[in-house]
């Protein structure tokens, strides 16, 4: 069994707030957003037939859900990171993500994962970091300055060619 690449990531909570900014779905924050849109429009027509309670009510409700996608990312970034802390014993998880045959992940809880390169039916590229995408929730995590074998210009293409199918983003 050939290794071709090796990285190495520390889940710290900039590492967090990225993957969870380009994980976090678009549609449900469509929407969210085109629902903050509808409430305006009520809270106009509410303004316009003089039913003041009601304009303040529906103008609350969407200032509420225009700033409910960014207040929900905040949640669910503080709470990944805080319970990655509690299973490591206070410090970020590490991981180490080797590429042969298979993908093997080795976490510093001591951890062990193997993927197929089938199973990935994402590559999403950010500034820091690419995510092979397994399922709706789960990514493995390829941080861009952590090589320990290989470059990050071979791994693009290597991992291009390992998953065909898979859709390909940059966020």
């Not at 071709?4 to 449900?28: G, L, M, P, Q």
């Not at 409910?68 to 503080?78: A, F, H």
């Not at 410090?91 to 590429?99: C, D, L, N």
């Not at 197929?116 to 995590?141: F, G, P, R, W």
Request: aromatic share 16%.
């Amino acid at each position: 069994m050939n290794l071709y690449f090796a990285n190495h990531i520390i889940c710290s909570e900039e590492c967090y707030r990225e993957y969870v900014k380009s994980t976090f779905r678009k549609s449900v924050q469509a929407i969210i957003l085109i629902c903050a849109v509808v409430l305006a429009v009520f809270a106009v027509i509410y303004v316009m037939i003089g039913k003041m309670g009601w304009f303040l009510f529906f103008t609350l409700f969407s200032v509420f859900m225009f700033c409910y996608p960014s207040i929900l990312r905040g949640v669910l970034i503080k709470r990944g990171y805080n319970q990655q802390l509690l299973l490591n014993n206070g410090r970020p998880r590490e991981v180490t993500t080797e590429f042969s045959d298979r993908i093997h992940l080795i976490s510093s809880n001591k951890g062990e994962s193997y993927f197929d390169y089938a199973q990935i039916t994402q590559i999403c590229e950010t500034k820091n970091m690419i995510l092979l995408v397994v399922k709706h929730s789960v990514a493995i995590v390829v941080a861009k300055n952590g090589f320990l074998l290989g470059d990050m210009g071979n791994f693009q293409q290597f991992i291009r060619q390992r998953c065909p199918y898979a859709k390909y983003t940059y966020r």
